[in-house]
């Protein structure tokens, strides 16, 4: 049998597999190992397992990951993120949707220092729901500034999907980090901007909080204080050159722990709680790498992703239109699959052909991880949306999905400027040159 022909017969199995309910991990691993052996030999495909396993094992860039989500860890359990989101409160949540503009800020914020999304989904639920709830905001408003705000720890760094994408495609990760900022804050100011169309548009659906005293709101600056110096040591420190992504890291790390020590949260329970989890979730994700290596080097090895490219260039679209049908591909599997998978499945495929095309590295991963994101928040699977309705019961899931959808339609509009504006994403890393 023709090995294209068996490249594309693995891809079609892998997607079955995944469809019936299939990990991914062991639906990438089995057929990118079944594929090779068949391919080659047992010998070669035992080979490649065990190379790829020593390789990436002793990789010191997979550092970061658990650091990063150590980090993240520390701050949902120490609870730091409530004195941010009461500290913005103070200052915009007198204004129409005031206190919803303030969960968006609190949870670019928070992305901004943990990467999760899931984190932020689920921490913002408890932290601003209540809040929201107790002010009588619309509850589908409520849900859908939550659930789409989360999604920004995705784009923000320091963001595990960048991450992945720089070790996938030996793209560098401090650059990566860099050139989400743009459309991270480009994200949150449109969120911002949906909000207060719909609250001047029905004041209702977003009361005014109540006025703070000038002494009050300055005072409240003490709540962002330690995620405000966390992001400008850790971020500042890679754009200036000073720490490599891994050595941000544990600078991170490090910092958390001093703050949360000083602050009195910080108990050994709490942080054997912080490092388990963290080690569950980094474990998972380092099986989810190895296994997309491996399904690449099957692809790789039977000639299939090079009659992708070769087949894709052949039809010749401008680029925009090949940027928007790669944008509406993610589309259609950000509704059945969740963000991290799909960027372990896709990056290794239409990486080399974004390359072909002529589209820079570092824009092609920030567009790649804002359609990403954008998974996140549609039906069916919306894992933001699911992970905030286990937190937040007494909202209809139908109410969620309707709540978040201008959301959505803002995230669209916002990856529609970085095809045409594609300086939103590179310009910023540009200047670390």
């Not at 035992?46 to 094992?57: I, N, Y």
């Amino acid at each position: 049998m023709d090995p294209v022909l068996v490249g594309y017969l693995g891809l079609v199995l892998m997607l079955v597999l995944i469809f019936c309910g299939i990990p991914l991990t062991y639906a990438m691993s089995a057929v990118g190992f079944v594929g090779i052996l068949y391919i080659k030999d047992f010998n070669f495909g035992a080979m490649q397992e065990a190379m790829l396993a020593w390789e990436k094992g002793g990789d010191a860039v997979l550092m970061c990951i658990p650091l990063f989500i150590l980090m993240g860890q520390l701050i949902y359990q120490t609870k730091i993120v409530s004195d941010l989101f009461s500290c913005i409160r103070t200052w915009v949540g007198h204004l129409p949707g005031g206190l919803a503009v303030a969960g968006v800020v609190a949870c670019a914020m928070f992305g901004a220092v943990t990467g999760s999304a899931y984190a932020a989904s689920a921490t913002m639920g408890v932290t601003m729901m209540p809040e929201l709830l107790k002010y009588k905001y619309d509850t589908r408003l409520s849900s859908g500034v939550i659930a789409a705000s989360a999604s920004l720890a995705t784009i923000i760094p320091p963001s595990v999907a960048f991450i992945v994408y720089g070790i996938l495609t030996e793209t560098s990760i401090a650059s990566m980090f860099i050139a989400g900022i743009g459309p991270g804050v480009l994200l949150a100011l449109a969120f911002a901007a949906v909000i207060v169309i719909q609250c001047i548009h029905n004041p209702k659906a977003g009361p005014r909080g109540p006025v703070f005293s000038w002494k009050e709101r300055f005072v409240s600056l003490t709540g962002m204080l330690p995620l405000l110096v966390l992001f400008l040591v850790v971020i500042g420190g890679i754009y200036g050159g000073v720490f490599t992504p891994t050595e941000a890291a544990g600078v991170g790390v490090t910092g958390v722990v001093i703050i949360a020590l000083v602050m009195r949260r910080l108990t050994w329970a709490i942080f054997k709680a912080a490092a388990k989890e963290s080690a569950m979730l980094a474990t998972s994700i380092f099986f989810v790498i190895l296994a997309g290596y491996l399904i690449s080097r099957f692809l790789v090895i039977t000639g299939t992703t090079k009659h992708i490219i070769d087949c894709t260039i052949s039809v010749g679209m401008p680029p925009w239109m090949l940027a928007l049908s790669m944008g509406a591909l993610y589309l259609v599997m950000g509704s059945i699959m969740d963000s991290f998978g799909i960027a372990i499945l896709t990056f290794p495929i239409l990486f080399p052909i974004a390359m072909a095309a002529g589209f820079d590295a570092i824009w092609f991963g920030a567009f790649a991880t804002v359609i990403i994101a954008v998974g996140l928040i549609t039906p069916p699977v919306g894992m933001n949306i699911f992970i905030l309705h286990s937190v937040v019961k007494d909202i209809p899931m139908k109410d969620m999905f309707i709540g978040v959808s201008w959301f959505a339609l803002a995230h669209a509009i916002v990856t529609f400027l970085m095809i045409i504006f594609p300086g939103i994403a590179t310009w910023l890393p540009m200047t670390m040159k």
